[in-house]
Nanobody, 116 residues
């Protein structure tokens, strides 16, 4: 079992920025395959936002490309999501997602609210 610790959510006005962080709580002895972020807007399904592969390649949803940047810290068990030019439609609960030794794990979610 892998526990993910998320932080960095909050409330901002449109055009503002937030930085989310997700860390694997335990000491691990195998590399993480993929770390990524999903979000669930109010009343909608959870959707993919971005991910980063262990080798460093990244993928983004069209709705956030150019505004959000995902990074993997040098410790290889922490990912960050820098969110710039935030819009009200970015309001959602953001979830960290990790693929580790063949299983997917989810964080508890962190609320991001963007006001117009």
């Amino acid at each position: 079992q892998v526990q993910l610790i998320e932080s960095g959510g909050g409330s901002v006005q449109a055009g503002g920025s937030l930085n989310l962080s997700c860390e694997v709580a335990e000491r691990i002895f195998h590399p993480i395959s993929i770390m990524g972020w999903y979000r669930q807007p109010p009343g909608k399904e959870r959707e993919f936002i971005a991910n980063i592969i262990s080798a460093g390649s990244t993928n983004y949803a069209a709705s956030v490309k150019g505004r959000f940047t995902i990074s993997l810290l040098i410790n290889k068990r922490t990912t960050t999501l820098q969110m710039n030019s935030l819009k009200p439609e970015d309001t959602a609960v953001y979830y960290c997602n990790v693929l580790f030794t063949g299983d997917y794990y989810w964080g508890q979610g962190t609320q991001v609210t963007v006001s117009s």
